[in-house]
């Protein structure tokens, strides 16, 4: 284990009292797989003097810990804090059996919305709760992980079961929770957004329960744990499932029926010593060690000999039945033996480890990602001085322990990391450990203090503890984050800058020759974020070529693609075209017959098209101006850049580009149809600076494109060359920034200051600042040096003053974006719709308060 970074709290107190009492109520945290932490605080982060008045639920992207943003603020004790699997609504449980649940309002994550509110127990408190299991679980087939074999068959979806489903099938959304005195209450949303709630009691009567925890079986129901406290007491199981039931009589069509039903049970083993016994006085955590396997458990216990942590595990025992009762008939009326004995499922006792102080957390991944029985897996225990000890699941052997004690917290204005200090401690006091959460790929975990004070370290890998973070493993959770739709910020965490480049090559070569078409199609544009977000954590590769001019190339070309498709789907066929469409023919053509200099000409190769195939009404065609402009602006980039390129051997970001046949097909290709456009509606086209009279800026751009294609493979003439370099003659060309440069954590920031990083709530942290070297194409305006440019619709935002906090930033990268379009056709709410949850870069939009 190895500390990423550190987030300490202005407000941190040092009174061990007050320490004892923050123990006992305990901070909460619940981390989503979009890599967005919730936690709870009982002070204002903002306030330099703890005040214990209320709680405070907070989220923060983990690539911007030092910027938290506030849900809500709760008068009660928050017991629970739990995501759903879409990472966008939040569940808050209560000690006063109040259950809400917010969500992030237009996807901005510091914008934040009350859903709904329920008084589930009223008055009790909400021990556990969890949301619905949906039906999806992908795993890594452990003997095709290291190979090369396609997406479909190094991961797998596991046969598991929706937790409750609607009519038809369909998987329902809903949580289910559970109070303090083993009440069960549920809310299923349904089809018409109507809400369905049910209520049963946990056993046969009410009893006082003091820890539970719930997880999800493969056929669809839920296994609950529960401890009344005592160590003398049993661990009571049981089996829970939910269902929905249709009436046509009544206003109530739905119900929503509960059951549950005993399951086996167990004693603890340190109850039978009578030392042991007086000892370890209480059960204080129960945990299942996956969420999504029910075949083992962890129960820790505390006293005056400090503390025990005891594993069992599900096992099918047979059942020995009298020799009666053995005898079944055959066919022919005689009796023979039956030698197949019955079984049951109990709990039986495999290990325990004893350690010299109370535990305050335990922690264990939500989902094994291996299909190996029994799944590999890690258990965090974190215990009163600070320790936590990582021990494995097969024999609870300790791999590695960390004293969070030990970590140097200095905060000061002229530390060497330059950060700003807001009143405060001179010396920032670590509390207790009291909730630590794994990441969802299980190579970070995030730990949080009684202060809310937070510190995130990267976890080697599970299937070798001992080894480092290598590149075969790597593409494989890379790989897992592409197919699966988590979140890959805790898989950069553990990069090194000598292995990106390998890791790339890998990555490309594993998808772009041993996938299928179909499957390259559908993961195309999240392949090349992944990429982009690798390149762009190197300032400088080991090529020479700096890595921000590759993210660039993948940016450009995911931009590209996205607007290929966009115009492209305005093509409505023919209703008696029995074979291609118009974007099928135009890509048929500039492939076949591009090459043919009599085709160099683009107004020549538009009589080999029926134009009626290409009419759009003129409205939409209005709105599309701006991404016009943008692929004709980058065709004239592209080509000035050549020369440069070529002679110099300067890169530039997204000029990558120009030797890519493919990506100089698609522009050919888009050229053709903005031309074809441009005579239905003038103002479609983009508007170019020409500076010599009688250029068709277009027509011109499409022969040298095509010349480029036709000598791809060979040197570009010099005649060739020259016609590139006398572009800034003829038209303005534009000095266009394709770098999205990374912010956060995840920058190349995270390589060039000392670890590990020191952070401090709502402090500016400047050691994230980092100068990029590019270079400039000779003859090229920047003309947007002096305002910002909106990432997504490519239009100029203008000043600070005029934008009126309609803008959005990524946590992620250095893009911006309006809120709110100001254009409202339909093409341009597509468009916008695409962007709405999350950047190009695939991080998380929040409302920039800067501007």
């Not at 002070?43 to 690539?63: M, Q, R």
């Not at 949906?134 to 992980?145: A, F, M, P, R």
């Not at 299928?516 to 544009?525: D, F, R, V």
């Not at 947007?784 to 930033?809: E, F, P, Q, W």
């Amino acid at each position: 284990m190895e500390l990423v970074y550190s987030v300490t709290c202005a407000s941190s107190s040092s009174s061990k009292r007050l320490n004892d009492w923050l123990v006992d109520r305990r901070c909460v945290s619940s981390l989503s797989n979009k890599n967005i932490l919730a936690f709870t605080s009982f002070s204002d982060l903002t306030d330099s003097e703890p005040k214990y008045l209320s709680t405070h639920v907070y989220v923060i992207d983990l690539n911007l810990p030092h910027e938290p943003n506030l849900v809500t603020k709760h008068d009660e004790d928050v017991t629970i804090l739990e995501w759903d699997s879409s990472g966008t609504r939040l569940l808050i449980g209560d000690a006063f059996g109040k259950i809400e649940i917010w969500s992030i309002k237009d996807f901005l994550i510091n914008d934040w919305y009350l859903v709904n509110s329920f008084t589930a127990f009223g008055g009790e408190k909400t021990l556990s709760a969890v949301w619905f299991h949906n039906g999806i679980k992908s795993i890594i087939v452990t003997d095709k992980k290291d190979s090369s074999h396609s997406y479909s068959e190094k991961f797998i979806n596991a046969k598991f079961n929706a937790s409750v489903r609607q009519f038809g099938g369909k998987p329902a959304n809903g949580f289910v929770a559970i109070s303090a005195s083993g009440l069960i209450w549920c809310a299923v949303y349904l089809s018409d957004n109507s809400i369905v709630t049910g209520t049963k009691i946990l056993g046969n009567f009410r009893s006082k329960l003091k820890i539970v925890d719930i997880c999800y079986t493969r056929n669809g129901e839920f296994l609950m744990i529960t401890s009344n406290g005592s160590v003398d007491s049993s661990i009571n199981c049981y089996r829970v499932s939910i269902n929905l039931s249709y009436s046509n009589l009544g206003s109530d069509k739905t119900k929503c029926t509960i059951t549950s039903q005993p399951f086996s049970s167990f004693y603890l083993n340190c109850s039978n010593d009578i030392v042991q016994a007086n000892g370890y006085s209480y059960v204080n955590h129960i945990k299942f060690i996956l969420k999504e396997a029910a075949d083992a458990v962890i129960v820790g216990t505390s006293g005056s000999l400090g503390s025990t942590v005891e594993l069992w595990v599900l096992r099918d025992k047979p059942v020995q039945l009298h020799k009666m009762y053995q005898q079944i008939k055959n066919s022919n009326g005689g009796s023979e033996f039956n030698n197949q004995s019955p079984k049951t499922t109990v709990w039986q006792y495999s290990c325990s480890v004893n350690y010299y102080q109370p535990i305050v957390a335990i922690t264990t991944p939500r989902v094994s990602l291996y299909d190996v029985n029994p799944p590999l897996s890690y258990i965090m225990v974190s215990y009163r001085d600070n320790t936590v000890n990582c021990y494995i699941r097969e024999n609870l052997k300790r791999i590695f322990a960390i004293g969070v004690n030990s970590i140097s917290l200095q905060n000061n204005p002229s530390n060497k990391f330059g950060m700003v200090n807001v009143k405060s401690n001179s010396n920032p006091i670590i509390s207790n450990i009291v909730d630590m959460q794994f990441s969802w790929s299980g190579t970070a975990l995030a730990l949080l203090d009684t202060n809310s004070q937070l510190f995130v370290y990267r976890i080697p890998p599970v299937t070798d503890p001992k080894a480092s973070f290598n590149p075969v493993f790597l593409q494989t959770m890379l790989e897992y984050c592409l197919v699966s739709g988590n979140d890959w910020w805790d898989i950069l965490i553990c990069l090194r800058p000598t292995i990106i480049d390998s890791l790339c090559d890998m990555l490309t070569e594993g998808f772009m020759q041993r996938q299928t078409h179909a499957l390259q199609q559908k993961y195309y544009n999240r392949f090349l974020a992944i990429k982009a977000s690798l390149y762009r954590c190197l300032n400088q590769g080991n090529s020479g070529t700096s890595g921000q001019n590759k993210s660039g190339d993948c940016y450009t070309l995911f931009m590209l693609n996205s607007i290929s498709h966009l115009l492209k789907s305005l093509l409505r066929p023919s209703v008696n075209a029995d074979k291609e469409g118009p974007a099928e023919m135009l890509s048929n053509l500039i492939q076949t017959k591009g090459n043919d200099p009599i085709y160099f000409n683009v107004d020549k190769l538009l009589l080999c098209l029926e134009h009626k195939d290409f009419y759009v009404e003129t409205v939409i065609l209005q709105s599309l101006q701006q991404l016009n402009q943008w692929i004709g602006d980058l065709a004239l980039f592209l080509l000035a850049s050549l020369p440069q390129q070529f002679h110099n051997n300067y890169r530039f970001p997204g000029g990558g580009l120009i030797y890519d046949v493919k990506s100089l097909n698609t522009l050919r290709e888009l050229l053709v149809i903005i031309r074809i456009w441009g005579l239905i509606n003038e103002s479609c086209l983009p508007n170019f600076v020409i500076l010599s009279k009688d250029v068709d800026v277009i027509g011109q751009i499409f022969k040298l494109l095509s010349r480029m294609v036709a000598t791809m493979g060979n040197e570009p003439d010099e005649s060739f060359l020259d016609e590139c370099c006398s572009l800034p003659n003829q038209v303005l060309i534009t000095q266009m920034d394709l770098t999205l440069k990374a912010r956060g954590v995840t920058s190349p920031a995270m390589f060039i200051n000392p670890s590990p990083l020191q952070f401090q709530y709502f402090a500016e942290a400047s050691f994230l600042k980092y100068h990029i070297k590019t270079h400039s194409v000779d003859g090229a305006v920047d003309n947007y040096k002096c305002t910002k440019m909106d990432t997504v619709r490519h239009i100029a935002l203008g000043a600070k003053d005029s934008i009126n906090g309609n803008i959005r930033m990524c946590t992620r990268c250095s893009a911006i974006s309006l809120i709110q379009s100001q254009n409202k056709s339909p093409s341009t709410r597509t468009w916008d719709m695409r962007w709405c949850s999350n950047c190009i870069c695939g991080g998380h939009w929040k409302v920039d308060n800067e501007y």
